[in-house]
Structure formats: structure tokens, C-alpha cells
């Protein structure tokens, strides 16, 4: 996982975006991962938020993505349950927009050593590959394990409020992150002014008439 990093999944609608962890380093940066040291750790980025993903899956570089993978597929064979290296392989195939390579992998670091942010970026995955409800119930678990996260509250509101007709899900998801974060430094005010105001029409949307 990638600590205190924010990138942001286009999604259908104007502000509709995930936050997620995976992206950054691909993103932002720019590295080839020939350049990435011998010994595995999950990159740990420096700086402000990453914009989206971009170019798609192979985006962090092709023949240089490629043998990395086959690096650490090789080191997964003689230590299977690493975390680190499950990890590092996550990331690679999130920042290339492989959500169900990355899912498989950090459904295996889940089972191992869960936190709140890899959590979200699996829910990040799940939300790529169309499964909301698998999301939703993903980013529920980020929150149990820190109540105070509140970028898997965020993505709840986005995945039960847009992707499904989950409006009170949303509603109650939005109201325990703004109890937590009212103005996450990550967002502009107008971004989550956007977010309350979309939600609001689409309750209203839901309503019979």
C-alpha cells in the first residue's frame, strides 16, 4: 500500500471519483520499474495527490512492467504468503489498470495483513470490475479496521450513491466522514460541495413520484 497518497479513478459523472492508494508512484513520478531496488517494499510516494490513472493498463511502462512482474512472480514462488511482495504486485497491476490481477493479489495481502488503505484500493478494484456490492462492502471493512479513514467513507458515498441506488447507505456514509474530515485537505471545497449537491438530486431522482 501506498501511505498518503490520493489518486483519483475517472468515473462517470463530473466528480465522481474513487480515492485510492495504488496509483501514485506510476502516476506521479513516473519511474521505470527497472529502477525499483532489489529488496521489495510497496513504494512509499512523496508529495501532493496524483491525478488519474492514465493511458490505461500497461500505463506505468510495457516491457519494463512486464519484467518486474516476472521478478517478483519469481520470488513469490520461493516465499508464497510475503506480503511485501503480494503487495508490490497489487500496486504494479492497479496503476496499470489491471483491477483483476490486483484484486487476486490483494485479496491474498486481506487474508494476510488487512489494513484500511490496501482495503480501499481493493474496493477500488472490485468498483473497476463492476462488482459495487463486493466495493461497498470492502470499503466497510477498510473503515472497521480505522473508523477514522475517511477516503473509504468518501468512496462509499460515490459507489452506493451513484453506481447503485444505495441513497442511504451514501447519505450515512457522507455524514460519518464529514463527522470525521469536514474538508479533507485532499479535496477542493467545490469537489465536495459537488458531491453533496449530485447526491442530494439524485435522492431526489429515487424518489417515486
Known amino acids: 500500500m501506498k501511505r498518503e497518497n490520493l489518486a483519483f479513478l475517472v468515473a462517470g459523472l463530473a466528480f465522481g471519483v474513487l480515492i485510492g492508494f495504488g496509483s501514485y508512484h506510476a502516476v506521479h513520478s513516473t519511474p521505470t520499474l527497472d529502477d525499483a531496488p532489489p529488496t521489495v517494499?510497496?513504494?512509499?510516494?512523496?508529495?501532493?495527490?496524483?491525478?488519474?490513472?492514465?493511458?490505461?493498463?500497461?500505463?506505468?511502462?510495457?516491457?519494463?512492467?512486464?519484467?518486474?512482474?516476472?521478478?517478483?512472480?519469481?520470488?513469490?514462488?520461493?516465499?508464497?504468503?510475503?506480503?511485501?511482495?503480494?503487495?508490490?504486485?497489487?500496486?504494479?497491476?492497479?496503476?496499470?489498470?489491471?483491477?483483476?490481477?490486483?484484486a487476486g493479489y490483494y485479496e491474498r495481502v486481506a487474508q494476510i495483513e488487512p489494513n484500511?488503505?490496501?482495503?480501499?484500493?481493493?474496493?477500488?478494484c472490485y468498483r473497476g470490475l463492476r462488482q459495487f456490492d463486493k466495493a461497498i462492502e470492502t470499503f466497510a471493512r477498510a473503515n472497521e479496521q480505522d473508523p477514522t479513514h475517511w477516503q473509504s467513507l468518501y468512496n462509499t458515498v460515490i459507489v452506493a450513491g451513484f453506481d447503485t441506488d444505495r441513497i442511504e447507505i451514501a447519505r450515512q456514509a457522507l455524514a460519518s466522514m464529514e463527522a470525521i474530515e469536514p474538508q479533507p485537505p485532499e479535496l477542493e471545497p467545490a469537489r465536495l460541495q459537488h458531491l453533496r449537491e449530485m447526491l442530494d438530486q439524485a435522492a431526489r431522482a429515487a424518489e417515486p413520484s
Do not use: C, F, I
Open 116 to 124: 484500511a488503505d490496501m482495503l480501499t484500493d481493493l474496493g477500488v
Open 41 to 102: 517494499s510497496a513504494p512509499s510516494p512523496q508529495g501532493p495527490m496524483a491525478p488519474t490513472q492514465t493511458g490505461g493498463p500497461n500505463a506505468a511502462g510495457g516491457a519494463p512492467m512486464v519484467a518486474r512482474v516476472n521478478e517478483l512472480k519469481r520470488m513469490l514462488q520461493e516465499k508464497p504468503d510475503d506480503p511485501q511482495v503480494l503487495l508490490a504486485l497489487a500496486n504494479l497491476h492497479y496503476d496499470a489498470a489491471m483491477w483483476e490481477q490486483a
